[in-house]
């Protein structure tokens, strides 16, 4: 979508602000990113453990804390089957897959930023 950055309308200007602080609080803190990449990578549901294993340093009560948050937000959705013992699935929902172009757009930002400034980061 192709905005007009020089709109001459404040309350426009102040929207486009109070739009862009709701999204960053939903994604913001370094597991959420983490999670929602991983999905994106996992191109289909990932179970619990299959998550655990891929999030390097995050502990299994950060992680379903984490879960919960980005389920309510609607950016994941979780499918229990009735088996014993019960298998989970975590996945994008149609919500969290339209946040690849974002996600896209602040990596390259990210390593714009690091070649710019000279920073070494991994």
């Known amino acids: 979508m192709e905005r007009d950055w ?7 200007r102040l929207v486009w602000a109070q739009a862009t602080t709701e999204a960053l ?14 999905l994106f990578a996992a191109k289909g549901p990932l179970r619990f453990s299959g998550l655990e294993r891929r999030i390097e ?15 309510q937000d609607g950016i994941v ?7 014993v013992p019960p298998r989970v699935e ?4 149609e919500l969290g897959e339209a946040l690849g172009p974002s996600m896209a757009a602040l990596i390259d930002w990210a390593l ?9 980061h991994a």
């Open 6 to 12: 020089r709109c001459d309308i404040p309350e426009q």
């Open 77 to 83: 959705t979780r499918t229990v089957y009735p088996e």
């Open 57 to 71: 340093g995050i502990n299994q009560k950060m992680l379903i804390q984490q879960l919960k948050q980005l389920e």
């Open 25 to 38: 609080k939903i994604i913001e803190g370094k597991w959420k990113t983490i999670i929602i990449c991983q």
């Open 90 to 93: 975590y996945a994008l929902t």
């Open 112 to 120: 714009l930023r690091r070649e710019t400034l000279g920073l070494d």
